[in-house]
Nanobody
Framework: VQLQASGGGLVQAGDSLRLSCTAS????????MGWFRQAPGKEREFVAA????????SYADSVKGRFTIFRDNAKNTVYLQMNSLKPEDTAVYYC?????????????????WGQGTQVTVSS
């Protein structure tokens, strides 16, 4: 499975960005997906996850109410809509495919990872 993430960039605080992640496998709809991020000098952290159907989602407290994860299984794509961005959101964002179908928030629950896309939020 190959995951291709895109949509990152340099924005100002308060702006919005939408990240996309497209999977190569036709089994995309069978697995939960997640977004993680990693800032310089920090560990990779959970941002958001979505079940295989899209009916269930979970968010880190730091992004709840600002970020939305959703998916289009017909397009093998998961999205992360990021609104009201803050400088502390600056990181490399990674999409990942889970080993199962529901909601997972641990790095170890994901078996495939995209290459990452840089998000930089200036104050």
């Amino acid at each position: 499975v190959q995951l291709q993430a895109s949509g990152g960039g340099l924005v100002q605080a308060g702006d919005s960005l939408r990240l996309s992640c497209t999977a190569s496998a036709h089994t995309f709809g069978s697995y939960a997906m997640g977004w993680f991020r990693q800032a310089p000098g920090k560990e990779r952290e959970f941002v958001a996850a979505i079940s295989r159907s899209g009916g269930s989602t979970s968010y880190a407290d730091s992004v709840k109410g600002r970020f939305t994860i959703f998916r289009d299984n017909a397009k093998n794509t998961v999205y992360l809509q990021m609104n009201s961005l803050k400088p502390e959101d600056t990181a490399v964002y990674y999409c990942a495919q889970a080993r199962g179908s529901y909601i997972y928030i641990q790095v170890g629950d994901y078996g495939y990872w995209g290459q990452g896309t840089q998000v930089t939020v200036s104050s």
